[in-house]
């Protein structure tokens, strides 16, 4: 039986091309030890794990991390009968829109008893459907280029939040001090501290 009592996490994690997403994801997966499912749109992304398909009960049961390639008939759907685990939804834009949202919805609400971590991953705030904002409790932040505004009505704690984006962004490209002290260094012809950079908010 699932222990409701669990407190599951549904996680937002945003940054440009480059930063760092999927190194920090496959070190998180790694270091959770749970099993997890990877659902990208692109069939060259996370090769390293075992493809599952998603259409039979037996493709549910399995331990480590799997990936999953987005098929729009049916991944949706079956995703609700993933248990015990951490779902990845890799570059949201390629596969989530708004005639998805119910879906969604019910997976976001049903995650508790379902005992599921849920990482929503997008290159910036407006790549990234507003239901997951309406849900988040954790936001990992690298560097953005788009506008966190666009999501002010679903944000808890936008301030806070924005805040911390304008920090991030600016430790990032070198703007503001790194808090280890590194140094400036010359990047693709720009002054930059660590295009890496990120930050966790818990979003209380």
Not at 16 to 36: D, E
Not at 177 to 198: L, N, S
């Amino acid at each position: 039986m699932s222990d409701v009592s669990v407190m599951t996490k549904m996680t937002v994690l945003l940054g440009t091309n480059g930063c760092g997403k999927t190194t920090a994801l496959r070190n998180i997966l790694t270091a959770s030890g749970r099993r997890a499912l990877v659902v990208t749109p692109d069939d060259r992304e996370w090769t390293e794990y075992e493809h599952v398909e998603l259409r039979e009960p037996q493709d549910f049961v399995y331990d480590g991390i799997r990936r999953h390639i987005f098929d729009p008939e049916w991944t949706l759907k079956m995703l609700k009968y993933f248990r015990n685990g951490i779902i990845v939804l890799d570059d949201c834009r390629g596969y989530l829109r708004s005639n998805t949202s119910d879906e969604i919805r019910q997976l976001l609400i049903r995650r508790r008893q379902r005992c599921v971590d849920i990482f929503a991953v997008g290159h910036g705030f407006t790549e990234v459907p507003p239901v997951f904002f309406t849900f988040a409790t954790d936001f990992v932040l690298f560097q953005t280029r788009d506008n966190i505004e666009r999501r002010k009505y679903y944000v808890r704690n936008f301030e806070s939040l924005r805040r911390k984006v304008e920090e991030v962004n600016g430790i990032a490209t070198g703007r503001l001090a790194h808090p280890k002290g590194y140094g400036v260094a010359e990047m693709a012809g720009k002054k930059c501290v660590d295009i890496h950079y990120c930050d966790v908010v818990v979003n209380e």
